[in-house]
């Protein structure tokens, strides 16, 4: 069975950083884009960073700049690092691949991680 496996978040401070991976296990044939979203309290769940297969990235005008996403394909693995947090970045946070199941070849499928919270406050 395929399953995202996020790290886990945390409470930083403004201006601080943390990292998060998201590793995708069991059987797979192969993967394509893959991405973090985000979802603060009272707010939908909302798409900021992405990254193609040849690691192309794209992020939301939001986290641009402060963001950087990037794979490891050898691994099955996104990471996203966060510099410079604010607390309108306090959310839980979804790690989300388009990948095709080796048991079932026909079409991408869409799998999310668990989510793990991330609360910036002083």
């Known amino acids: 069975q395929v399953r995202l496996v996020e790290s886990v978040g945390g409470l930083v401070q403004p201006g601080g950083s943390l990292r998060l991976s998201c590793t995708a296990s069991?059987?797979?044939?192969?993967?394509?884009?893959m991405g973090w979203y985000r979802q603060a309290p009272g707010k939908q769940r909302e798409l900021f960073a992405t990254i193609t297969s040849g690691g192309t990235p794209d992020y939301l005008d939001s986290v641009k700049g402060r963001f950087t996403i990037s794979r490891d394909n050898a691994k099955n693995t996104v990471y996203l690092q966060m510099n410079s947090l604010k607390p309108e970045d306090t959310a839980v946070y979804y790690c989300?691949?388009?990948?095709?199941?080796?048991?079932?070849?026909?079409?991408?499928?869409?799998?999310w991680g668990q989510g793990t919270q991330v609360t910036v406050s002083s």
């Open positions: 989300n691949a388009d990948l095709i199941p080796a048991d079932d070849l026909s079409t991408y499928r869409k799998y």
């Open positions: 069991g059987s797979i044939f192969s993967i394509g884009d």
